[in-house]
């Protein structure tokens, strides 16, 4: 199949070379075109890590040549540029042309779905909880990809499509998806923003000072059992709304293939098992500037919607604001254009 990958960083490359590997077609679009810059020029694309390879991509020069015959659009950038990109595609979006979201933050998708709404169009927007590789761009066309996830939490809006969502990520991806009830479910399932509250937070002067750290070998037992607590908030945020969702220690169990332990003993174990994954060398990182304000954030805002006491995503939120000296939630442009028209209970649950 041709994929039309909306970003070029690493998420983006990754995507780009594990479905090059699988047969696929992917096309890059930059919405700067700085990042694809080398690709364009013919340097080939190289992956070390779980895919290992040269990979040749092609580089689309605009949106409408990247959506051209694509039979799925990948959105793989930072939350932080996710509205650009919906915003751009959104008048070029053929009826019924799938569009997957990887990584779906500050239930962006809903934001996706009126913009299509307002053109009297549907396609199925399937919205996954976090990224299917784990990467780091180290080079102008190089990735390093750590991880490959083995369970991703996904769901289609409108629901009725949820089972061609499922069949689409399968056939690209692989059997490594699960089904999750809506789209709400599947926001609440994205754990990255409270696992790097936690580790971000305590390590922050390492990040600022530019060191080489371990993310394992610092989420120490402590770091470990506030990370538990950000979750508690997540898993009661979710209970309200009537959801059952993943557990962080889950998470990790399904993603490293490790026991349901203490995250404390589980990253013990990972760094005595694992390759190292070194943590952000500065606090120009997606861990505090995307995970803040189109993580924390959102969820903060659904617990006043629900009734439910969110502290520490409170906190979270005015501690890094304070340690950049700026509003964080500021950064968020697509929460203010939801709650614009307003967003209840029964829009998030249908």
């Known amino acids: 199949m041709r994929v039309a990958?909306?970003?070029?960083?690493?998420?983006?490359f990754a995507a780009a070379a594990f479905l090059a590997e699988n047969g696929h077609e992917a096309v890059l679009w930059s919405p700067s075109g700085k990042s694809t810059e080398a690709l364009a020029a013919g340097v080939p694309l190289v992956?070390?890590?779980?895919?290992?390879?040269?990979?040749?991509?092609?580089?689309?020069?605009?949106?409408?040549a990247a959506l051209d015959r694509a039979d799925a659009v990948l959105i793989a950038l930072p939350a932080n540029g996710h509205k650009r990109v919906m915003d751009a595609i959104a008048p070029l979006l053929s009826p019924g042309q799938p569009v997957i979201i990887s990584s779906h933050?500050?239930?962006?998708?809903?934001?996706?779905?009126?913009?299509?709404?307002?053109?009297?169009?549907?396609?199925?927007?399937?919205a996954l909880s976090t990224t299917i590789l784990r990467s780091r761009r180290t080079g102008p066309s190089m990735v390093k990809i750590a991880t490959i996830r083995s369970k991703v939490d996904v769901a289609t809006l409108p629901r009725r499509l949820a089972d061609d969502g499922l069949t689409l990520c399968r056939a690209l991806f692989g059997d490594r998806f699960r089904a999750v009830d809506g789209l709400l479910a599947v926001s609440l399932s994205n754990v990255n923003p409270q696992s790097h509250m936690a580790l971000a937070l305590a390590n922050f002067t390492r990040m600022e000072k530019g060191e080489a750290w371990g993310q394992s070998?610092?989420?120490?037992?402590?770091?470990?059992?506030?990370?538990?607590?950000?979750?508690?908030?997540?898993?009661?945020?979710?209970?309200?709304?009537?959801?059952?969702?993943?557990?962080?220690?889950?998470?990790?169990?399904?993603?490293?293939?490790?026991?349901?332990?203490?995250?404390?003993?589980?990253?013990?174990?990972?760094?005595?098992?694992?390759?190292?994954t070194l943590g952000p060398a500065t606090?120009?990182?997606?861990?505090?500037?995307?995970?803040?304000?189109?993580?924390?954030?959102?969820l903060a805002e659904l617990g006043r919607l629900a009734g439910v006491s969110m502290p520490l995503h409170q906190a979270g939120l005015a501690i890094f604001s304070g340690l950049y000296g700026r509003d964080l939630a500021e950064d968020n442009d697509i929460l203010p254009e939801l709650m614009k028209s307003g967003l209840s209970r029964e829009q998030l649950l249908a």
């Open 105 to 126: 933050a500050s239930l962006g998708a809903f934001y996706l779905s009126r913009l299509l709404a307002a053109r009297g169009i549907e396609v199925p927007i399937i």
């Open 5 to 12: 990958i909306m970003g070029a960083g690493a998420a983006a």
């Open 217 to 276: 070998e610092h989420l120490t037992m402590a770091v470990g059992r506030l990370l538990e607590a950000i979750d508690a908030e997540r898993l009661a945020l979710a209970a309200a709304f009537g959801l059952t969702v993943r557990t962080m220690r889950e998470h990790y169990s399904l993603t490293y293939g490790v026991p349901d332990a203490p995250l404390g003993e589980t990253s013990r174990m990972l760094a005595q098992t694992q390759p190292t």
């Open 47 to 64: 992956s070390e890590g779980k895919i290992a390879g040269e990979f040749r991509p092609g580089v689309a020069p605009s949106c409408a």
């Open 283 to 298: 606090i120009d990182t997606r861990y505090t500037l995307e995970d803040v304000p189109f993580g924390l954030l959102p």
